[in-house]
């Protein structure tokens, strides 16, 4: 054993960096976009964490009983209480081992805006969107925190045995008000999500990429091309594309004059099935959304205790707008932090 309690071998190995980004909510219509990261340094060979911490981590939700679920977070979320379980322990257990005494985050508006410091809401647009009033006051809402930090220490104690350490993660809300002033500037949805996953990828770069930094992101929609993009997000670096195609666009990152960072960053099609890195944002990046669904509903019904609560999606969406006009008179809010203009 090493001095840490790792396994020697592991301790030993080149160790590299990776990490992934994807989002969830750009299609609904209320609610907030939320996009999740994650960052892991893992011994060289050693990506596939479903492998390496199969004892604990497991990307079937059938088996949510004894692991934590990392996998597209369509499939670890449900709307029962077991799904809704199920997505909270695997994006607060993961969040603790970032906390030096491995507590999970216990207030939710702490969540949103420190998760990390900086990619947040500013307090006064959350203001702007007086729902955010109604976040849950203590985390977790739908496991036993006890049973949760005893799950979250086998966790650390796997993750130390094969050498793995996830060095940094979080999620950035974006609200309604934030996403219609965006595409009122962009005029696009795409360009739109670009511009907010950009504070994330320069995060990625400034404090995780001297060294290298392998990055997998969830494809942007039908976007295939980012070259220029990138090229704008990192004006300086210099940007190479490796190759170009329908499911997968990979990119080189430098610092000019020999630098000592750099990042290789490919868009793949169904990101979360290939990167545990991406899975587990997904997973951030949902419970983030459903939390924050939870204080728009919260507030809401209490204007109208009647009010059958929505998700936000389009068809519903648009159900609940019809049938909460008594509580939006009520209300009386400007439609740009209510409804998403695309």
Same mark, same amino acid.
């Given at each position: ?8 071998? =592991?301790?030993? !190995? ?9 989002? !969830? ?18 011994? $060289? ?15 079937? @939700? ?13 499939? *670890?979320?449900?709307?029962? @209480?077991?799904?809704? !379980? ?23 508006? %702490?969540?949103?805006?420190?998760? @990390? ?9 959350? =203001? ?23 799950? *979250?220490?086998?966790?650390?104690? %796997? ?9 940094? %993660?979080?999620?950035?809300? #974006?609200? #309604? ?39 997998? #992101? ?8 980012? $070259? ?10 210099? #940007? ?5 195609? @329908?499911?997968?666009? /990979? ?16 868009? =793949? ?8 890195? *991406? ?45 909460? $006009?008594? =509580? ?12 998403? /203009?695309?």
């Amino acid at each position: 054993m090493g001095s840490d309690g790792s396994n020697g071998a =592991a301790g030993a !190995a080149e160790l590299r960096t990776f990490a992934g980004i994807d989002e !969830a909510g750009l299609g609904p219509i209320l609610g907030p976009l939320t996009l999740g990261f994650s960052v892991f340094r893992a011994p $060289a060979g050693a990506a596939n964490l479903w492998e390496r911490l199969g004892d604990v981590v497991t990307d079937d @939700p059938r088996q949510d009983k004894e692991r934590f679920v990392v996998a597209d977070s369509k499939r *670890v979320f449900t709307r029962n @209480p077991r799904g809704r !379980a199920r997505l909270e322990r695997t994006a607060l257990g993961f969040l603790a081992l970032l906390d030096p005494a491995r507590h999970p985050p216990g207030d939710a508006r %702490a969540l949103l805006t420190r998760s @990390p410091a900086g990619l947040g809401p500013a307090e006064d647009e959350l =203001a702007r969107h007086p729902w955010y009033a109604h976040l849950e006051r203590e985390l977790p809402c739908e496991v036993d925190r006890g049973s949760l930090e005893l799950r *979250v220490e086998r966790l650390h104690r %796997a993750l130390r045995r094969e050498g793995v350490e996830l060095v940094d %993660a979080g999620a950035r809300a #974006v609200p #309604v008000g934030c996403l219609n002033r965006s595409y009122a500037t962009t005029g696009s949805k795409g360009l739109t999500l670009w511009d907010e996953s950009t504070p994330i990828l320069r995060r990625l770069w400034e404090q995780h990429a001297e060294g290298g930094l392998r990055v997998v #992101v969830d494809r942007h929609g039908g976007r295939f091309r980012y $070259a220029e993009l990138l090229g704008r997000a990192f004006p300086g670096a210099d #940007v190479e594309p490796l190759r170009e195609g @329908p499911s997968l666009a /990979e990119y080189s990152v430098r610092d000019p004059l020999g630098g000592a960072r750099r990042m290789r960053i490919a868009f =793949a099609e169904r990101a979360e099935g290939r990167s545990f890195a *991406v899975a587990l944002a997904s997973c951030l990046a949902k419970y983030v959304r459903e939390i924050s669904m939870r204080a728009f509903n919260a507030y809401f019904v209490e204007l109208q205790p009647d009010l059958k609560p929505t998700a936000g999606y389009r068809n519903d969406g648009w159900r609940w707008m019809e049938d909460a $006009a008594p =509580a939006l008179e009520r209300a009386d809010l400007p439609r740009e932090v209510l409804l998403r /203009e695309r």
